[in-house]
């Protein structure tokens, strides 16, 4: 072999050694990537509820789509309401002073909106603590008073229920967190537009 044989051969060699490291560091990189995408879903799909969340009732998803003018609204399946066939209208997002009929607050949580209702005679300091709560999101959420509650405070959203004894601002904050726009239709804004506590 002459001395440019030899040459060439080393720089064949020295570059396939790179191309090795190259190829040995690449999977690593990519095991490490895959190991680590995998531990992040393997996590989500096995993390345990939380605690404020194992009161939560899903209920059957009645579909849902627009009622024509002048019908009747389904025979719901929850009350208040978490899925069906409803107004063509929904209701802006905010704090009201009277009820929103179930009908249109079915349109609200098609789109991810998370209402929280509660008795009228709920004590006043409670029901400011909910409007401020309501005030500190940027929107996808409704306050009312609803008077053929069972329970103190409901909130619902798309399918979902959690009913309580009295406000619970921490567990609202983890319902609104984990199920706020969870809905068929969860592209449509509906930001804060109402404020009826004044």
């Not at 019908?71 to 009201?96: D, F, K, L, V």
């Not at 009312?144 to 406000?167: E, G, I, Q, Y």
């Not at 601002?169 to 009826?196: H, N």
């Amino acid at each position: 072999m002459t001395g440019t044989g030899k040459k060439s051969a080393a720089r064949r060699a020295r570059r396939e050694a790179a191309l090795k490291r190259t190829r040995r560091r690449r999977f690593l990189i990519l095991s490490v990537v895959g190991l680590g995408i995998t531990a992040v879903i393997a996590f989500a799909l096995t993390r345990p509820t939380p605690e404020e969340l194992v009161n939560v009732e899903t209920f059957g998803d009645m579909g849902g789509g627009h009622l024509a003018a002048g019908s009747t609204p389904p025979e719901y399946n929850s009350s208040p309401a978490t899925s069906g066939r409803h107004s063509p209208s929904a209701a802006q997002c905010g704090i009201y002073a009277s009820e929103v009929p179930d009908s249109i607050q079915v349109h609200n949580l098609e789109h991810g909106t998370v209402i929280i209702q509660y008795l009228p005679d709920l004590p006043e300091t409670e029901v400011a603590s909910l409007r401020g709560y309501a005030l500190s999101k940027p929107g996808h959420i409704l306050v009312a008073p609803r008077t053929d509650l069972s329970d103190a405070v409901v909130v619902t959203s798309w399918r979902r229920m959690l009913r309580l004894d009295s406000v619970d601002l921490d567990t609202i904050d983890v319902y609104y967190d984990s199920f706020v726009r969870t809905a068929p239709e969860v592209g449509v804004p509906c930001v804060f537009a109402v404020d009826e506590s004044a």
